[in-house]
């Protein structure tokens, strides 16, 4: 096991802060923070950003074989339940495993974490299965940051990410889908956990 002690640092920093308990995280796979988050959270359920697996497998295809290949594999991550999801990735290596062993290694191996997600219903899954929201929102500050030349202080670019932060939460008003059930499926599962006043 490797737990980056600057990822811990971070972590605790969270902590320090106020941040009691995590209840989902989902990553990209940084090398040791998977590790970390459960050395700091240890209740904390961490999925890995099916997204992210997914660059990652498709990089080391062949052009010709994308296609067929994603197919086989929505299988995998589109199943409705873990057991048809591992019957699903057995089949995906039986098709594909001879050609691309390490894309099918790095499934298996990540699987625990990959396949965490399961356990919630279409609604959760939806809002845990891919880091996609926070890195448009890291996005959207490098092409600010990116277009200006230089900061006169360290305080001028901290005033300017709060301003561009304030813009783009601006914009997150747009409710959840189904908010109101995925708010109590969670209340079911991590119970006394998830503090709701009622």
């Keep these: 096991m490797f737990v980056s002690t600057d990822r811990i640092d971070c972590l605790r920093l969270l902590q ?28 904390t359920e961490v999925q890995l ?5 997914i660059r990652n ?8 074989d994308v296609k067929p290949f994603m197919k086989d594999l929505q299988g ?36 625990p974490r990959l396949s965490s997600y399961f356990q919630y219903n279409k609604d959760v899954r ?3 299965y891919t880091t996609n929201i926070i890195e448009g929102f890291h996005r959207q500050l ?3 940051t990116k277009s200006k030349g230089a900061f006169q202080s360290e305080d001028a670019l901290m005033k300017l990410l709060f301003l561009v932060q304030e813009n783009i939460c601006a914009k997150w008003n747009k409710p959840v889908h189904n908010w109101n059930q995925t708010l109590a499926q969670l209340s079911i599962i991590f119970g006394d956990r998830l503090k709701l006043n009622l």
Excluded at 22 to 38: H, K, P, T, V
Excluded at 49 to 53: D, E, K, R, S, T
Excluded at 57 to 64: A, T
Aim: with cysteine; hydrophobic share 40%.
């Design 16 to 43: 320090n802060r106020g941040l009691e308990d995590i209840f989902i995280a989902c990553i990209d796979n940084l090398q040791g923070f998977a590790d970390a988050i459960e050395s700091i959270f240890p209740q």
């Design 126 to 128: 939806r809002i845990m």
């Design 76 to 111: 995998v991550y589109r199943a409705a339940t873990v057991d048809q999801a591992e019957r699903n990735l057995g089949q995906l290596e039986v098709n594909w495993g001879q050609r691309y062993p390490k894309v099918i290694e790095s499934w298996r191996k990540n699987w």
């Design 49 to 53: 950003c099916i997204v992210h697996q």
């Design 142 to 144: 490098r092409a600010v």
């Design 57 to 64: 497998s498709q990089k080391y295809l062949s052009y010709k």
